[in-house]
Each structure stands twice: as structure tokens, then as C-alpha cells.
């Protein structure tokens, strides 16, 4: 997400269960950088729930001026 007043703009979208309004933000096969930050075991069979994010607060904490190289892309 692109801010915190985005991501409020979204769940707000969902809560609504509207998902025309996702499908405007959103399309299928769009491919998007997040990061994961929270796991849990849903089952014997080792499967697992993934809670992602993709707020650049996030994906992008541990980005120091250290890590930066000129002419670097960051998305």
C-alpha cells in the first residue's frame, strides 16, 4: 500500500465486501512486492497462512543509505 491513508482506503473497501471496487485497484496477475510479517500453521500438513504486507513502511524498513548504490531501482 502506498500509505497508511491507502491502506485505510482499502480496508475500508473491503469491509464494504464491495469487490468491484478492489477489481479498480487491482487486476488479476498484477504482480506486486510485499513482504511477509506474520506466519501461522493452519494444519498437520505443514500448511501455513501468510499475512503479507505491501505498505513501503514495511517492504522497505530495512533499506539503510548503506544499502543504496547509484542507479539503483527500488520499486
Given at each position: 500500500?502506498?500509505?497508511?491513508?491507502?491502506?485505510?482506503?482499502?480496508?475500508?473497501?473491503?469491509?464494504?465486501?464491495?469487490?468491484?471496487?478492489?477489481?479498480?485497484?487491482?487486476?488479476?496477475?498484477?504482480?506486486?512486492?510485499?513482504?511477509?510479517?506474520?506466519?501461522?500453521?493452519?494444519?498437520?500438513?505443514?500448511?501455513?497462512?501468510?499475512?503479507?504486507?505491501?505498505?513501503?513502511?514495511?517492504?522497505?524498513?530495512?533499506?539503510?543509505?548503506d544499502?543504496?548504490?547509484k542507479?539503483?531501482?527500488?520499486?
Amino acid at each position: 500500500m502506498i500509505s497508511d491513508e491507502y491502506t485505510e482506503l482499502i480496508q475500508e473497501k473491503i469491509s464494504n465486501e464491495n469487490q468491484d471496487d478492489l477489481d479498480d485497484l487491482f487486476h488479476l496477475g498484477q504482480y506486486v512486492i510485499c513482504r511477509v510479517i506474520e506466519s501461522q500453521s493452519v494444519n498437520e500438513k505443514e500448511q501455513k497462512r501468510l499475512f503479507l504486507s505491501i505498505n513501503p513502511k514495511d517492504v522497505c524498513d530495512q533499506i539503510t543509505p548503506d544499502n543504496l548504490v547509484k542507479g539503483m531501482v527500488i520499486n
